[in-house]
């Protein structure tokens, strides 16, 4: 993506953005050899199964590259679940549409599932996500929650676009609402790991949650 250089108050000129030189390109396939094979084995062994030095051998290279790129085993933990996070709410943003004369109830069952979908193929990862935020308690919790925000956010837009269509009553309470369906959204999860619930049982269920709160807050 190009950025733009404003030089007055009508004219801007294209900046390129400044491009890797070789070094950088070859710690940047570094880094991201590293985290594909932290991702795998934080999904095979758990959080505390995993040391550096697993990683460092399924990546093909020293513990020393490992620590060149992340400051121990919890930053590069915690990479991982920000990148992952990230490219979630992308697919759940895609999901949910942006026109609002669509049913409130259908844009959150399609943003809900979309992410189900991106994340049910790598449930181990899931796993390792779930018990190290229980493991560690609110400190770990609460690092991870700062990235959760993005989908509250993401929810309450949908609602706030029902009421707006006066699909939903105007006196509801967006954020707080937003926040119990993610809180659905996020346990439901335990249920596909603990209980080997399937992909479709976990979108079904999330659906009937959606109209659960939904009937409480329509017009």
Do not use: C
């Amino acid at each position: 993506m190009n950025h733009s250089e404003v030089r007055g108050p009508f004219e801007a000129v294209e900046v390129a953005p400044a491009k890797l030189n070789r070094r950088q390109q070859a710690k940047a396939r570094t880094r991201v050899k590293v985290m594909q094979a932290a991702r795998e084995l934080f999904g095979e062994l758990g959080y505390d199964g995993a040391t550096i030095r697993d990683i460092a051998k399924r990546a093909g290279m020293s513990t020393g590259a490992v620590f060149a790129n992340f400051t121990d085993k919890t930053d590069l933990f915690e990479a991982i679940y920000t990148e992952d996070a990230e490219t979630m709410m992308d697919v759940m943003r895609d999901a949910a549409g942006s026109d609002a004369s669509v049913a409130v109830s259908k844009r959150l069952s399609a943003l809900f599932a979309a992410g189900y979908r991106q994340s049910f193929g790598n449930l181990p990862m899931v796993r390792a996500v779930v018990v190290r935020s229980w493991l560690q308690g609110d400190d770990a919790e609460g690092r991870m929650r700062v990235q959760d925000r993005g989908l509250a956010n993401l929810i309450a837009e949908v609602l706030r676009d029902g009421v707006k269509t006066k699909e939903l009553r105007s006196d509801i309470d967006a954020r707080l609402a937003a926040e119990m369906l993610q809180s659905a959204y996020t346990r439901n999860y335990r249920h596909a790991l603990f209980d080997q619930g399937s992909l479709e049982q976990l979108s079904a269920r999330i659906d009937t949650q959606v109209q659960m709160l939904l009937n409480g807050l329509k017009a």
